[in-house]
T-cell receptor, first 116, second 114 residues
Framework: GAVVSQHPSRVICKSGTSVKIECRSL??????MFWYRQFPKQSLMLMAT?????????EQGVEKDKFLINHASLTLSTLTVTSAHPEDSSFYIC????????????FGSGTRLTVV | AQSVTQLGSHVSVSEGALVLLRCNYS??????LFWYVQYPNQGLQLLLK??????LVKGINGFEAEFKKSETSFHLTKPSAHMSDAAEYFC????????????FGTGTLLAVQP
């Protein structure tokens, strides 16, 4: 149990276009999901906390208008990278919090974004 | 704010040898502590977590970690390394604010030599 599906696993897009990444909790409802960014050989940096039915909470330094987060249902959160540029190329990972389990996070398998 | 330090960005052991990955946290209040493993181009898998119960925590794949408050440490160990243990390992600590965020260390890449 406790599976989080992240799609797509890899995406290549042209500079200036937008890319949407989906994060789904398959067998539980997640009121809270998290989006991380990971640079090569570095740690995970939290970008934002996504709460179902409300606006996401962004970490300091993360551009809200560039990284649009929508958590429209208890099983789906999306991250849209708008007007992507090469510097946005990175590995993006989501995690979903399982209710009733203290700090019970399940991570998605990540999305490798390459902007050319 | 909470922080976590992982000493050694790269650790290399021989197959069958002891694995020791170090993690120290900064907090005056015992936090929740976690160890995750990441294989290339994949997400994170929870190995184990400390939530103020037993100080010696046993996880999956033969790993365990001991919470030592006096040393503010939560080192990860495994008695005998296997080739399949080669991966990136992250220590994480719960945020000490009013949120349920995790703060991750910089990671340790474990190599296992045959």
């Amino acid at each position: 149990g406790a599976v989080v599906s992240q799609h797509p696993s890899r995406v290549i897009c042209k500079s200036g276009t937008s890319v949407k990444i989906e994060c789904r909790s398959l067998d539980f409802q997640a009121t809270t999901m998290f989006w991380y960014r990971q640079f090569p050989k570095q740690s995970l940096m939290l970008m934002a906390t996504s709460n179902e039915g409300s606006k996401a909470t962004y970490e300091q330094g993360v551009e809200k208008d560039k990284f649009l987060i929508n958590h429209a249902s208890l099983t789906l959160s999306t991250l849209t990278v708008t007007s992507a540029h090469p510097e946005d190329s990175s590995f993006y990972i989501c995690s979903a919090e399982r209710p009733g389990i203290g700090y019970g996070y399940t991570f998605g398998s990540g999305t490798r974004l390459t902007v050319v | 704010a909470q922080s976590v330090t992982q000493l050694g960005s790269h650790v290399s052991v021989s197959e069958g040898a002891l694995v020791l990955l170090r993690c120290n946290y900064s907090s005056s209040v015992p936090p929740y502590l976690f160890w995750y493993v990441q294989y290339p181009n994949q997400g994170l898998q929870l190995l184990l977590k400390y939530t103020s119960a037993a100080t010696l925590v046993k996880g999956i794949n033969g790993f365990e970690a001991e919470f030592k408050k006096s040393e503010t440490s939560f080192h990860l160990t495994k008695p005998s390394a296997h080739m399949s243990d080669a991966a990136e390992y992250f220590c994480a600590v719960s945020d000490d604010g009013a949120t349920n965020k995790l703060i991750f260390g910089t990671g340790t890449l474990l190599a296992v030599q045959p």
